[in-house]
Structure formats: C-alpha cells, structure tokens
C-alpha cells in the first residue's frame, strides 16, 4: 500500500507538471527541465523549485 501511495502520489504531481508546462511559455519549458534535473541529480525537492524559479525569472528578464 506505501508504496503504491507514494507512486499514486507522482503521477497526480506529473498530470499536473506536465499540461501546464506543455501550455506555457519556453521560458517555463526550461525552467521545468532544469527543475527535473537538479532534482535526479541532488535529490532535493526544494533545491529543484528554486532553481526552477530563478531559471524561469531569469529568462522573462531577458525576454524568453
């Protein structure tokens, strides 16, 4: 049952991630792919969304 909760868990995360990303701008395309992988590289969730979020404003900055 945990870990089907647990996988139950990251699909409802991806349903949400995944459309939203398709539907926004590039710059949140990169921010995204950069979330995703500082998150399979570190490990941390909060290191991934910061990351992600000073990615993405980074490129609205600068126009993307």
Do not use: D, H, N, Q
């Amino acid at each position: 049952i945990e870990a089907f909760l647990k996988y139950m868990a990251t699909s409802v995360l991806i349903s949400i991630v995944v459309p939203t990303t398709m539907a926004g701008a590039p710059r949140i395309w990169l921010a995204v792919g950069a979330a995703v992988i500082a998150m399979t590289v570190t490990g941390s969730a909060l290191g991934a969304m910061l990351i992600g979020t000073a990615l993405a404003a980074f490129a609205r900055a600068f126009g993307l």
